[in-house]
């Protein structure tokens, strides 16, 4: 099983639709858990911490299940600058402050 | 503030060369980390300094990659006579050495074997 899972996409949304992506990971010890995104041909940049809480930013929305081991990103509205590929980000077993990164799901907006 | 810079931008080598790039990190990030990115591929973990030793080398492919990081600041990885294989962006990212460990990217160096 790999150590962080995404539906690669793409997922193909009207703007003013909400979308949801989910991801799951292997490791029932990791503790820091992050949505990036990254446009084509450039850095990941990251979007969002996710906490156990659940968190809110804006039109993002992030949730945590531990017991069922995955990570979710819901976002409202969507708008065409939203298009890009999100990744799923878990710290890797053992070292809090090493990262794994999924390969991403890729969202398209269209008008 | 100043983010993470890498250079060069970009690096056409010939096959066999060695090639060196550098990460400069956020200022005061003690976590500097380096990744490589195939054309449509996912980030892949090559190795990461916590100031200025390397706990985690495994990511390194060969032993014609390696990367050294003094005074807890510049990074800079090298490839010994690179294949054509090595053509990819490499990115460096830096994080603080705390919860939740955020880490941030520079623009990376598109490499380019030829």
């Known amino acids: 099983r790999k150590e962080v899972e995404q539906d690669p996409g793409p997922f193909n949304v009207p703007e003013g639709a909400t979308v949801a992506f989910n991801c799951t990971y292997s490791n029932s010890a990791s503790q820091s858990f992050f949505w990036y995104r990254q446009d084509c041909r450039k850095e990941p940049k990251l979007l969002m911490s996710v906490y156990s809480s659940g968190n809110e930013d804006g039109r993002f929305t992030a949730q945590l299940n531990r017991a069922s081991q995955y990570i979710s990103l819901l976002i409202r509205d969507s708008k065409l600058s939203d298009s890009a590929t999100y990744l799923c980000?878990?710290?890797?077993?053992?070292?809090?402050?090493?990262?794994?990164f999924g390969t991403g799901t890729r969202l398209q907006v269209f008008p | 503030g100043a983010g993470v810079s890498q250079s060069p931008s970009n690096k056409v080598t010939e096959k066999g060369k060695d090639v060196e790039l550098r990460c400069d990190p956020i200022?005061?990030?003690?976590?500097l980390y380096w990744y490589r990115q195939r054309l449509g591929q996912g980030l892949e973990f090559l190795i990461y300094f916590q100031g200025n030793s390397a706990p985690d080398k495994s990511g390194l492919p060969s032993d014609r990659f390696s990367a050294e990081r003094t005074g807890e600041s510049v990074s800079t990885l090298t490839i010994q006579r690179t294949q054509q294989e090595d053509s990819a962006v490499y990115l460096c990212?830096?994080?603080?050495?705390?919860?939740?460990?955020?880490?941030?990217f520079g623009p990376g160096t598109r490499l380019t074997v030829t």
């Open positions: 980000v878990v710290n890797v077993a053992g070292y809090t402050d090493k990262l794994i």
């Open positions: 200022s005061g990030h003690t976590a």
């Open positions: 990212a830096s994080s603080f050495r705390d919860y939740p460990y955020e880490q941030y």
